[in-house]
């Protein structure tokens, strides 16, 4: 009987973190598009409205026509922003392929995950 009761607690627990780990794969390749192919840039903004564009057009720039191909993805993290800082960035980023506005619980979230595995 007591074999039973530990077997049966072992694929419980076996189960559980099989889905755990279907659950997080299907959280990043749903949410993220995170490769390990190189490097993530996250700018952490606040507020900016009066320099977002200047900063993210000329970064982008250098990153998009440099012969180096090691930045993937500039990430802009909104840390709630008052004023249209988010707004103008999402802008960018439907001319910009390479560049992903979240607030900054969406992407302290896919670090957690990132970082988990």
Do not use: H, P
């Not at 720039?61 to 707004?87: G, H, P, R």
């Amino acid at each position: 009987m007591n074999d039973f009761i530990i077997n049966a607690i072992l694929w419980t627990l076996a189960l559980y973190g099989l889905f755990e780990i279907i659950k997080n794969f299907i959280y990043i390749f749903t949410y993220t598009n995170m490769k390990a192919d190189g490097t993530y840039l996250i700018i952490a903004t606040k507020n900016q409205e009066n320099n977002i564009e200047y900063f993210l057009r000329s970064s982008l720039f250098k990153l998009l026509y440099s012969k180096e191909d090691y930045v993937k993805q500039v990430i802009v993290a909104d840390l709630d922003s008052k004023d249209n800082t988010k707004e103008i960035a999402k802008r960018l980023s439907s001319e910009y392929e390479c560049l992903k506005v979240l607030n900054w619980r969406e992407c302290k979230s896919i670090l957690d995950t990132v970082n988990d595995n």
